[in-house]
């Protein structure tokens, strides 16, 4: 019953110094976030939906519970070990950023991609579920891996 509100931002650099802000939206790309049901932490803002980048004081007066960081390319954060380096890191060592309640909690993640197919959406899902909700889903599988290669390969 109690949506989790979650912060959606494409880091610009490594570390990131600036962001743009991801609304969630009915699109392909935030399927996940849809079917978890998350409260998007930028609706009623005053923050453009296109073409603004955010920083740390924008993301401090927001204060989400949650930050995920949408990945694009193979080149970002592939590895939860190096985001968690990078990443969260630098933002629990800013001076600003520090006090960001998801920041304070280590509810900053490494998120998915934004094209995505059934099977992509299958692990996208699952991991947004782990991210939004950890103390109901944890690290537990939420589909059948075995079941879903049988499908791939053999065609069901």
Do not use: C
């Not at 790309?29 to 923050?47: K, P, R, T």
Request: aromatic share 10%; charged share 30%; glycine share 8%.
């Amino acid at each position: 019953d109690d949506r989790v509100e979650l912060l959606l931002l494409r880091p610009q650099g490594i570390p990131p110094r600036s962001f743009f802000p991801q609304y969630i939206d009915e699109s392909v790309s935030d399927l996940q976030w849809q079917v978890v049901e998350v409260d998007d932490a930028l609706e009623g803002s005053d923050i453009p939906r296109w073409g603004t980048r955010i920083d740390y004081e924008t993301i401090a007066r927001i204060d989400p519970e949650v930050i995920v960081m949408e990945t694009q390319f193979a080149d970002d954060f592939v590895l939860e070990e190096s985001f968690k380096d990078f990443v969260l890191g630098h933002m629990r060592d800013h001076p600003v950023a520090r006090n960001v309640t998801a920041v304070e909690n280590g509810r900053v993640h490494a998120g998915g991609i934004n094209y995505q197919g059934p099977l992509i959406s299958l692990f996208q899902t699952e991991q947004a579920a782990q991210i939004a909700y950890p103390d109901e889903f944890g690290d537990e599988e939420l589909f059948d891996r075995e079941r879903v290669a049988r499908m791939v390969t053999e065609g069901g």
